[in-house]
């Protein structure tokens, strides 16, 4: 029987294997590049440009806390028991009832400590009835 060949290869144009083409790839994913090669010099823009522009696309939710717009002096004491005693400037409490000042001073709070709870609130008076400081005792949840 007579058999007839034909060949695929185009005249004049390269010939690339695909086993140069995985070995480049493998060669890459293990950096496995000499410094100051053009190769480790693509690696680390890719690398450069992965850091800088990732963050236009990608949402890392990474957002800043919300301060307390206060500037409050907060003083921190342990109380003995397993939880804390906080002093906090009553110029940083606008509410008057119970519930608003205990909302507003765990604003303050949980942002130094936190995810806590209050278990008890006493406010300190000067001689004129004024609150100057709310004295707070909190458990950690």
Same mark, same amino acid.
């Given at each position: 029987?007579?058999?007839?060949?034909?060949?695929?290869?185009?005249?004049?144009? /390269?010939?690339? !294997?695909? =086993?140069?083409?995985?070995?480049?790839?493998?060669?890459?994913?293990?950096?496995?590049?000499? !410094?100051?090669?053009?190769?480790?010099?693509?690696?680390?823009?890719?690398?450069?440009?992965?850091?800088?522009?990732?963050?236009?696309?990608?949402?890392? =939710?990474?957002?800043?806390?919300? +301060?307390? /717009? +206060?500037?409050?002096?907060?003083?921190?004491?342990?109380?003995?028991?397993?939880?804390?005693?906080?002093?906090?400037?009553?110029?940083?409490?606008?509410? +008057?009832?119970?519930?608003?000042?205990?909302?507003?001073?765990?604003?303050?709070?949980?942002?130094?400590?936190?995810?806590?709870?209050?278990?008890?609130?006493? /406010?300190?008076?000067?001689?004129?009835?004024?609150?100057?400081?709310?004295?707070?005792?909190?458990?950690?949840?």
């Amino acid at each position: 029987m007579d058999r007839v060949e034909t060949a695929t290869q185009v005249t004049g144009a /390269p010939v690339v !294997r695909m =086993n140069a083409i995985f070995r480049t790839i493998r060669d890459f994913v293990l950096w496995s590049y000499e !410094r100051g090669t053009i190769q480790y010099d693509i690696m680390v823009t890719l690398i450069l440009l992965f850091v800088f522009l990732s963050p236009l696309w990608i949402n890392f =939710n990474d957002k800043p806390v919300q +301060h307390n /717009p +206060h500037q409050t002096e907060v003083v921190v004491a342990p109380d003995g028991q397993g939880g804390f005693i906080y002093k906090v400037d009553a110029s940083a409490v606008l509410g +008057h009832e119970d519930a608003q000042v205990r909302a507003e001073l765990l604003q303050i709070i949980e942002p130094l400590s936190g995810e806590v709870s209050i278990t008890k609130v006493e /406010p300190i008076r000067d001689r004129s009835g004024r609150v100057l400081t709310y004295k707070v005792w909190v458990q950690r949840e």
